[in-house]
């Protein structure tokens, strides 16, 4: 993996945590996530004069990939709803690259070295020394936890998906843009009865999270996708979970959740694996 790809997936990790993060603060994180996928589709509309479309083998995975995004950022608000970000996005986070990987392995021809899967395993332990942190606090019961799991299962659909449309495209920008657009008016369809149309003035009064939101989300996914195409799905899903660590500096020095040594081990856990991912 060049130094350009693995700062492009850095960059994209750090990006998705803060949105995430911005999510979790709201007090209303279904209504914070309808704002980004709002600020995320009005993005790539408007950058849609300025790309060239994809190609047409790649639109069956822009729809199914709109579906399977509504789907994630229902589950995610629902998550954040019952649960601290300092368990729910280890675990989503951390289960997702595994199940890619698998995947991956079945259905793409993907293979990968033993160094790959090593840092695979690295960045899944950390995960998982995070999750551990987070016994007790009621957050981490099992409702909670059965909705984690769901959307790192509809993360790992999208990115499989998403991995393998990319590269039909052969406009990776474009390709997300149309994600996201799908993704948009889908959900905002869909949730106009559940919001009662609450969605115009939420906007109004909080006009800075579809905005800022929307363009972190877009390029957060955008730099992913790219680097999708440079190197393996697998590979590129779990070096992106370093977003865990990031996640996990943004809840314990500005949400102010506890830094407990769980934390701090899996987020150390993390970095390793994203350091051995570039191992042959």
Not at 49 to 64: C, Q, V
Not at 115 to 144: F, K, Y
Request: with cysteine; charged share 10%.
């Amino acid at each position: 993996m060049s130094t350009p790809v693995l700062a492009a997936i850095l960059l994209a990790a750090l990006l998705h945590a803060s949105w995430n993060a911005a999510l979790k603060s709201r007090s209303d994180p279904f209504m914070a996530a309808l704002a980004v996928m709002s600020g995320a589709a009005l993005v790539g509309a408007l950058a849609l004069p300025f790309l060239a479309a994809p190609a047409s083998a790649s639109w069956p995975y822009i729809a199914a990939s709109g579906l399977l995004h509504i789907a994630y950022y229902s589950l995610l608000a629902q998550s954040y709803r019952h649960a601290d970000i300092g368990h729910a996005y280890p675990l989503m986070r951390g289960v997702a690259p595994v199940l890619v990987a698998v995947a991956a392995s079945l259905f793409t021809g993907e293979t990968l070295s033993t160094a790959q899967w090593s840092a695979i395993a690295l960045i899944c332990a950390g995960a998982a020394a995070l999750t551990l942190g987070a016994r007790g606090h009621p957050a981490s019961g099992l409702r909670p936890t059965l909705l984690i799991l769901s959307t790192a299962t509809v993360i790992a659909a999208y990115t499989l998906v998403d991995g393998l449309g990319v590269r039909r495209s052969a406009s990776p920008a474009a390709y997300t843009a149309w994600v996201f657009i799908a993704s948009g008016i889908g959900i905002a369809a869909l949730s106009w009865r559940h919001t009662a149309g609450q969605l115009p003035a939420y906007l109004l009064r909080n006009p800075r999270l579809p905005l800022l939101g929307g363009i972190a989300t877009t390029t957060s996914y955008s730099l992913a996708l790219w680097a999708m195409t440079q190197a393996p799905v697998a590979v590129v899903a779990a070096l992106r979970e370093t977003s865990i660590v990031f996640a996990t500096l943004i809840a314990i020095f500005i949400l102010r959740e506890p830094a407990t040594r769980s934390r701090l081990c899996g987020a150390a856990l993390v970095t390793l694996g994203a350091a051995a991912v570039r191992l042959p």
